[in-house]
């Protein structure tokens, strides 16, 4: 199957500071990824749709201000989580569509905020 | 919007033992994934099965699309089945909709 990656797959970081993630999709070209967030022992959540060269798609409740998304090529979307707060830490999880509309994930990125 | 509906929330399963994941949906789909995600979080493509029947292993999977429901078939199951199973639809061009998961558990 497709491989999706995603790094950092951990970070730590200070309250107030910002944290960028990226997504790769390594062997296809992914015109549309998705970010999705995940609480301990919970579903996924999408967050928002991030279309290659145009703006993503938030959901409702998401702050776009707060979740900046990038889709700037066919292979890699970057999600922001600027000014972070102990309320962001979370499980945070992309995935690519690829042929058939068939979803790919990454392996996830653990966000801690102190 | 499509609601997706998971049971059992919970399984506890003997090595060896078989089970049976159901996953019902509300509205048509023209996407269906069945995902194993890990202790370690890395969701694992099962398998993609809008429709009928398909087997890898000792995983198999049918979706019937008419009734708007689809079984996981695990057999002769293993401690590294642990984990949770997810099913996720969608229709058209809209986002995966995710259900709660089954959290299985495989004791030797």
């Known amino acids: 199957g497709a491989v999706v990656s995603q790094h950092p797959s951990r970070v730590i970081c200070k309250s107030g500071t910002s944290v960028k993630i990226e997504c790769r999709s390594l062997?296809?070209?992914?015109?549309?990824m998705f970010w999705y967030r995940q609480f301990p022992k919970q579903s996924l959540m999408l967050m928002a749709t991030s279309n290659e060269g145009s703006k993503a798609t938030y959901e409702q409740g998401v702050e776009k201000d707060k979740f900046l998304i990038n889709h700037a090529s066919l292979t890699l979307s970057t999600l922001t989580v600027t000014s972070a707060h102990p309320e962001d830490s979370s499980f945070y999880i992309c995935?690519?569509?690829?042929?058939?509309?068939?979803?790919?994930f990454g392996p996830g990125t653990r966000l801690t905020v102190l | 919007g499509i609601q997706v509906e998971q049971s059992p929330p919970d399984l506890i399963l003997q090595e060896g033992a078989n089970s049976t994941l159901r996953c019902n949906f509300s509205?048509?789909?023209?996407?269906l994934q069945w995902f194993h995600q890990n202790p370690w979080g890395q969701l694992i493509n099962l398998f993609y099965?809008?429709?009928g029947t398909k087997q890898n292993g000792r995983l198999s999977a049918t979706t019937v699309a008419t009734e708007r429901y689809s079984l996981l078939y695990i057999s002769s199951s293993q401690t590294t089945d642990s984990g949770v199973y997810f099913c996720a639809v969608s229709s058209g061009n809209t986002p995966l909709v995710f259900g709660k998961g089954t959290r299985l558990s495989v004791i030797a």
């Open positions: 099965i809008p429709s």
């Open positions: 995935s690519a569509s690829g042929l058939l509309n068939e979803q790919f």
């Open positions: 509205d048509s789909v023209n996407n």
């Open positions: 062997d296809f070209q992914a015109t549309t």
